[in-house]
């Protein structure tokens, strides 16, 4: 089983900048995929970035201004968010694969005003 925590999501500005950190209970190099998911009211959750195998993806709406990483040494997983927008604001989640179940972190809200 793996736990995951994220953390850093708060209020700001629109332009702004935020960084979310997800930290694991296991090895991440032992996760199958991991990456930010994001569920904004009365929408369906999306992926935002996605960083397995030390490969980077990302969502269209955030390429440019977010970006993901990993600190193996502190199994955390971190989305660097820069000049946010009104319409990013969402539940951030982490989610993990691994050992052949899906995970969540309890999501952590960022809130971007205008």
């Known amino acids: 089983q793996v736990q995951l925590v994220e953390s850093g999501g708060g209020l700001v500005q629109a332009g702004g900048s935020l960084r979310l950190s997800c930290t694991t209970s296991?090895?991440?190099?032992?996760?199958?995929?991991i990456n930010w998911y994001r569920q904004a009211p009365g929408k369906q959750r999306e992926l935002v970035a996605d960083i397995t195998s030390g490969f980077r993806t990302y969502a269209d709406f955030v390429k440019g201004r977010f970006t993901v990483s990993r600190e193996n040494a502190k199994n955390t997983m971190t989305l660097q968010m820069d000049n946010l927008k009104p319409e990013d604001t969402a539940v951030y989640y982490c989610h993990a694969l691994y050992m052949g179940y899906e995970y969540w972190g309890q999501g952590t809200q960022v809130t971007v005003s205008s």
């Open positions: 296991v090895s991440i190099f032992s996760i199958n995929v």
